[in-house]
C-alpha cells in the first residue's frame, strides 16, 4: 500500500466497486490484514470438512440455546463444554502458520484436536473425583493440566496472534520464579504443581469468571447478532439512515455516524464493522467530495464506537458487570451519556467538515423513502425493543439475548420478503459460533493474567507502584492508566484489554478512592478507543485500505475526530453525574452542558463556527468546551460565557464580510 492518496490502492478500490459498493473481495482482504480473527480457512462448500466445522458450529450455538433456555449445568462443567467446542474450532480454522496449510487441516491440527477435547472436557468428569478428595489433584490432574495450558496458549496464538499468549507466558514465569524477582515485585515463588492446579483445576484461571461470561452472555449476544444480520438488519439501519440524513450536507458521513453505530453495537468488533458497514459508506463519502483519509477515519471512529453504545455493547462490558457483580442495567445507563456525547462530537465535526469544504448531500430522489423502509423492515426492530425492555427490568442477560433470538426468529416471519429460511437459521447458527472464538479462547487466555495476579497479589502490588510512581496524584495516575490501557489495545482484543487493564490498572484508581464502576468504565473505554489510537490503529487503518488513503494520514485523523473520547472517561471520573451517579436533576444538568460542550469542542477541533476561526478563537473554544464538559456551577459559567463572546466575535466577523461584500 503506497502512503499517499489517490494512489493504487484507491484505483484498486474503485475497480473493484460495484454501484459505489466495495466488493466482497476487498472487503475481506482488509479484513484478512488487519483482524487476525478474519485469518482462517475457507474450505471449499459441501465437502467434508466443510460439512464437519459447520456441524460443530451448528451444535456449539445448539448447546448454548438449550442450556440457556431448558438446561442447567454447573459453572465449571458449562465452562468446559465451552472450551472444547472453541478450541476445537480454532484448530480446524486456524492454521499453525499464515503460510501453512490454508485448504485443509494437517496432522499436527488434528493431534492438537483430539488434545482439545481430552483436556477441554476434562474437568466436566474429573471434577466431582477431584471434590470427592478434597480438591487433592493427583498426578493424572497435573499432567491434564499442563497439557491444557499449552493447547489454550497455542489456540490463542492461532486466533488472536503472538501478543496475549506471550503476556499470559510471561505472567506464568512470573508466578515462578518470584523468589528471584527483586524489590517489591519479588515472592516466594510457587512449584510447578501449584501453578497447575491454580490455573486448570480452580476456578481463578482458565475456567474463571471471564471464561463463565462468555459462556453465557457473550456467546447469546454474539448469536444474536447473527440472527439480525440473517434477518435483514444491516439494509434497514442502512436505509434509514440514509432516508434520515442523506439530504444534508455530508450526508453519506452522517449515515456511516449513525449506521455504523448501530451496527457495531451488534457486532462487537471494530475492525469487522468498519470492513463490512464500510464497504458501503465510505464510497459515497468520496463521491460527495470528502477526502479520502477523512472517509476512512469517520467510519473508523463510529465503528469504534459501537462498542460503547448501549444497549448491546462491546462484550468486555458483560464481564465488567460480572467482576463488579452489579446488574448489566447499571453498566448500560451508565454508559448512555457518554456514549451520546461521543456520537454527538462525531456526528457534529463531519457536519462542520461538510460546511467548511462546501460539501451537499445526495439528490433525494436517490435516497430510500423512510415509509417504504419500515414498512418493508421495520419489524426487523422488535428484537432489539425485546432486548432493551428485558435489560431493563432486570432480565439476565442470558435471557434477555436468548429470547431476544426467538423474538428476531418471529419478526421475520411477519413479512415474506424477510422471512428466515431453514437455510437462514442454520447459518445464522453457524456463523455465531464462528463469531464468538476469538472472544472466548481470549478470555482463556487471560485467565492466566488474572489467576496469576490473584495468586501473588500482583494486581495491589502493581497498583501500590502506579500510585508512588504518580506521586498520589489522582490527574497523573489517570494518565498512567490511559497509556497503558492504549498500549495493550494496540496488539490485544478490547475484551482482553479490559481484563488486563481491570487486573493491574484499576486497583490503583480505586486506593484512590474512585468509584469501582467509574475506574472500570475508563479502562474499557481506553480499550476500546486503542483502536483509533497511533501508531497502531487498526480499525483506522482498515478504513484507510478500503478508501485508498494513507493510513498514517487516516489514524491521525480518526484521532481528532475521537477527541471527546479521550475526554469524557477523566471527566466522569471528577464529575460522576455523567455516568448517572447521582440526582436526576444533577444527571440531566450535566447531560445539557455536556452536550453544548461537545459541541464546541468540534468546533475547535474543526476550527469552524459560523465561520473559520483564527488562533485565538481556537484555544477559547477549547477553554469553554473543557469548561462546559466538566459538570459544576463555575465552570459552566466560564464555558457558557467564553462560548458567547466566541460567538459574537464570530457573527461579528460574518456580518463584516458580507458588509464589504455588498459595498464592493
Not at 462 to 482: E, P, Q, R, S, Y
Not at 518 to 547: D, E, K, Q, R
Not at 565 to 583: D, E, K, M, V
Not at 623 to 629: F, H, R, S, Y
Request: aromatic share 10%; hydrophobic share 55%; charged share 10%.
Amino acid at each position: 500500500m503506497k502512503d499517499r492518496e489517490g494512489t493504487s490502492d484507491d484505483n484498486q478500490v474503485e475497480r473493484l466497486s460495484a454501484d459505489g459498493i466495495a466488493s466482497e473481495e476487498v472487503v475481506q482482504e482488509f479484513l484478512e490484514k488487519y483482524d487476525k480473527e478474519s485469518q482462517f480457512r475457507k474450505f471449499m462448500p459441501r465437502t467434508k470438512l466443510a460439512l464437519l466445522v459447520s456441524a460443530i458450529a451448528v451444535s456449539f450455538s445448539l448447546f448454548h440455546l438449550w442450556v440457556a433456555g431448558f438446561g442447567a449445568l454447573e459453572a465449571i462443567k458449562l465452562r468446559s463444554v465451552h472450551l472444547t467446542f472453541v478450541m476445537v474450532l480454532i484448530f480446524l480454522l486456524y492454521p499453525a502458520h499464515r503460510k501453512g496449510m490454508r485448504n485443509k487441516p494437517g496432522i499436527t491440527d488434528w493431534a492438537m484436536v483430539a488434545l482439545s477435547i481430552v483436556t477441554g472436557l476434562y474437568m466436566v468428569f474429573a471434577n466431582e473425583q477431584l471434590a470427592m478428595r478434597g480438591g487433592l489433584p493427583i498426578t493424572r490432574d497435573y499432567i491434564m493440566g499442563a497439557l491444557g495450558i499449552l493447547v489454550v496458549l497455542e489456540a490463542g496464538r492461532r486466533a488472536l496472534g503472538k501478543e496475549l499468549p506471550i503476556l499470559g507466558v510471561l505472567f506464568l514465569l512470573y508466578a515462578y520464579f518470584g523468589e528471584y524477582i527483586p524489590g517489591t515485585f519479588g515472592h516466594s515463588g510457587f512449584s510447578l504443581n501449584r501453578i497447575i492446579a491454580h490455573m486448570y483445576l480452580g476456578s481463578e484461571g482458565i475456567f474463571g469468571v471471564a471464561l463463565g461470561v462468555s459462556a453465557t452472555f457473550i456467546f447469546l449476544f454474539v448469536l444474536f447478532g447473527a440472527f439480525l444480520g440473517e434477518t435483514g438488519m444491516a439494509k434497514l439501519i442502512n436505509d434509514a439512515s440514509m432516508s434520515m440524513a442523506g439530504t444534508s450536507p455530508g450526508g453519506p458521513a452522517k449515515v456511516a455516524v449513525f449506521a455504523s453505530g448501530i451496527m457495531g453495537t451488534i457486532s462487537g468488533s471494530a475492525v469487522a464493522n468498519v470492513a463490512t458497514t464500510g464497504a458501503f459508506t465510505i464510497p459515497l463519502m468520496k463521491n460527495i467530495g470528502y477526502k479520502p483519509h477523512f472517509a476512512g477515519a469517520v467510519e473508523a471512529v463510529a465503528s469504534t464506537g459501537g462498542q460503547l453504545m448501549p444497549p448491546v455493547m462491546g462484550a468486555a462490558a458483560f464481564i465488567m458487570a460480572e467482576f463488579l457483580n452489579i446488574p448489566y442495567k447499571d453498566i448500560m445507563l451508565a454508559a448512555l451519556i457518554p456514549a451520546f456525547l461521543y456520537y454527538l462530537a462525531v456526528f457534529t465535526m463531519v457536519h462542520l467538515e461538510a460546511v467548511k469544504t462546501g460539501l451537499v448531500g445526495v439528490s433525494r430522489d436517490k435516497l430510500p423513502i423512510m415509509g417504504v423502509v419500515m414498512k418493508e423492515r421495520g419489524h426487523l426492530i422488535l428484537p432489539l425493543i425485546a432486548i432493551v425492555y428485558l435489560l431493563m427490568k432486570g432480565v439476565t442477560p442470558t435471557f434477555a439475548a436468548f429470547y431476544g433470538i426467538l423474538t428476531a426468529i418471529g419478526a421475520s416471519f411477519l413479512r415474506k420478503t424477510t422471512r428466515m429460511s431453514w437455510r437462514g437459521l442454520l447459518m445464522a447458527l453457524e456463523m455465531g459460533a464462528k463469531g464468538s472464538v476469538g472472544v472466548a479462547i481470549a478470555t482463556a487466555v487471560v485467565g492466566f493474567i488474572v489467576g496469576v495476579s490473584s495468586l501473588t497479589s500482583l494486581g495491589i502490588t502493581l497498583g501500590d507502584n502506579m500510585i508512588a510512581f504518580a506521586h498520589g496524584n489522582l490527574f497523573a495516575t489517570l494518565v498512567l492508566t490511559m497509556i497503558t490501557a492504549i498500549i495493550l489495545g494496540m496488539g490485544m482484543p478490547t475484551t482482553a484489554v479490559y481484563i488486563v487493564g481491570a487486573t493491574i490498572a484499576s486497583p490503583a484508581l480505586l486506593k484512590l478512592g474512585i468509584a469501582p464502576l467509574a475506574a472500570h468504565l475508563f479502562v474499557f473505554y481506553f480499550g476500546n478507543i486503542s483502536n483509533v489510537t497511533p501508531p497502531v490503529a487498526l480499525a483506522a487503518f482498515t478504513g484507510a485500505g478500503i478508501a485508498g488513503a494513507s493510513p498514517s494520514r487516516t489514524g491521525w485523523a480518526a484521532a481528532r475526530l475521537a477527541s471527546a473520547g479521550f475526554l469524557i472517561p477523566f471527566i466522569w471520573i471528577y464529575s460522576p453525574a455523567l455516568i448517572a451517579q447521582g440526582s436526576l436533576g444533577e444527571i440531566l444538568l450535566a447531560a445539557v452542558t455536556a452536550s453544548i460542550g461537545i459541541i464546541t469542542l468540534a468546533c475547535a477541533v474543526q476550527g469552524y463556527m459560523l465561520r473559520t476561526t483564527n488562533v485565538i478563537q481556537r484555544i477559547f473554544l477549547f477553554v469553554a468546551a473543557l469548561g462546559l464538559i466538566k459538570p459544576g456551577l463555575i465552570t459552566d459559567t466560564v464555558g457558557i460565557s467564553v462560548l458567547i463572546i466566541v460567538f459574537l466575535w464570530q457573527r461579528y466577523q460574518r456580518n463584516s464580510v458580507k458588509a464589504e461584500s455588498i459595498n464592493v
